[in-house]
């Protein structure tokens, strides 16, 4: 809808012609709709980088907590020589101190039976050896007296088994 007014113009107290005001209604939407994708381009922009910069700030944040799981995960798969940088917060900061502590005491542990196992090892072998020469020492003059005894009774049966052959000859 289109709205025309006319404004009379006088200088000087003269009269001029009128100045006829048209209106365009299509011109203000379109003025409207100028501003609404500007805001909204600008304002999606804004968004954007509001969460990029709190997606960054958060990564850097966590980052610490990142690397303490990286390092639980080695300690569960054995590695007990790694070690975790100590970063972020006071709280983090002593997490990362006290796992650091924790697998040095893992890893002297280790060691310590490791060499408890090889020292028992040793020992069961000390006592093998032993205790085989104590059951050779003891039971070998035994044996000894067996296998003499065998070869007496062979021998005397032998010569039994000639004296009765000759015997019934």
Not at 12 to 19: D, K, M, P, T
Not at 127 to 148: M, N, V
Request: glycine residues 6%.
């Amino acid at each position: 809808m289109r709205t025309i007014i006319a404004v009379p113009v006088e200088i000087e107290g003269v009269h001029y012609r009128s100045i006829l005001i048209a209106s365009n209604p299509w011109d203000e939407v379109a003025e409207v709709w100028e501003s609404f994708l500007s805001l909204s381009v600008g304002g999606s922009a804004l968004v954007l980088f509001v969460l990029l910069l709190n997606s960054w700030i958060v990564g850097r944040a966590l980052s610490p907590i990142k690397s303490l799981g990286h390092g639980l995960e080695q300690l569960t798969n054995g590695a007990y020589e790694m070690r975790v940088i100590p970063s972020g917060a006071p709280e983090l900061h002593a997490i990362c101190t006290r796992l650091n502590l924790l697998t040095d005491k893992l890893q002297k542990t280790m060691q310590d039976n490791q060499i408890l196992t090889e020292r028992l090892i040793t020992l069961q072998d000390d006592e093998r050896k032993e205790l085989a020469r104590e059951l050779h020492d003891e039971s070998g003059p035994y044996l000894f007296a067996i296998r003499a005894g065998l070869n007496v009774l062979m021998r005397g049966d032998r010569k039994s088994t000639r004296l009765n052959s000759s015997h019934t000859d």
